[in-house]
Nanobody, 125 residues
Framework: QVQLVESGGGLVQAGGSLRLSCAAS?????????MAWFRQAPGAEREFVAA????????NYADSVKGRFTISRDNAKNTVFLQINSLKPEDTAVYYC?????????????????WGQGTQVTVSS
C-alpha cells in the first residue's frame, strides 16, 4: 500500500509562492514510481498539473502552469516537491500528490492508482 501525505498549502496573496511537499510512508520507496501533482478547484474536475519520472530526468507540465510551477523529487528523502511561483487566484484548489509504478510520465488521472489526501492552496487577489 502506497501512502502519500501532502503538506505546504496555505493562504497566499497573488504573486506569492508556495512549496508543496509529498512524503511517502516509510514502507514505500518512491524511487521506482512516477510521481505527479493534480489539483481540483471547487466545482471543477481534478486536473493534471505536473509529473516527474522516477529518476527525475523527465518532467511534464500542464500548459497553464508552465514557467511558474516546478516539480522535483528527492528519492533519498522519499519526497516530491511542487514549487509554485507567481500564484494567481485561479490556482486556488486542493492539490493532490499521486503515484504510479511505471516508466511513462502520464498526465491522466486514471493512470495513477495511488493518491494523497490533498493540501489546500488559496490565493487571494
Amino acid at each position: 500500500q502506497v501512502q502519500l501525505v501532502e503538506s505546504g498549502g496555505g493562504l497566499v496573496q497573488a504573486g506569492g509562492s508556495l512549496r508543496l511537499s509529498c512524503a511517502a510512508s516509510e514502507r514505500t520507496f518512491i524511487s521506482t514510481y512516477v510521481m505527479a501533482w493534480f489539483r481540483q478547484a471547487p466545482g471543477a474536475e481534478r486536473e493534471f498539473v505536473a509529473a516527474i519520472s522516477s529518476s527525475g530526468g523527465s518532467t511534464n507540465y500542464a500548459d497553464s502552469v508552465k514557467g511558474r510551477f516546478t516539480i522535483s523529487r528527492d528519492n533519498a528523502k522519499n519526497t516530491v516537491f511542487l514549487q509554485i511561483n507567481s500564484l494567481k487566484p485561479e490556482d486556488t484548489a486542493v492539490y493532490y500528490c499521486a503515484a504510479r509504478r511505471n516508466t511513462v510520465v502520464a498526465t491522466t488521472r486514471s493512470a495513477y492508482p495511488y493518491w494523497g489526501q490533498g493540501t489546500q492552496v488559496t490565493v487571494s487577489s
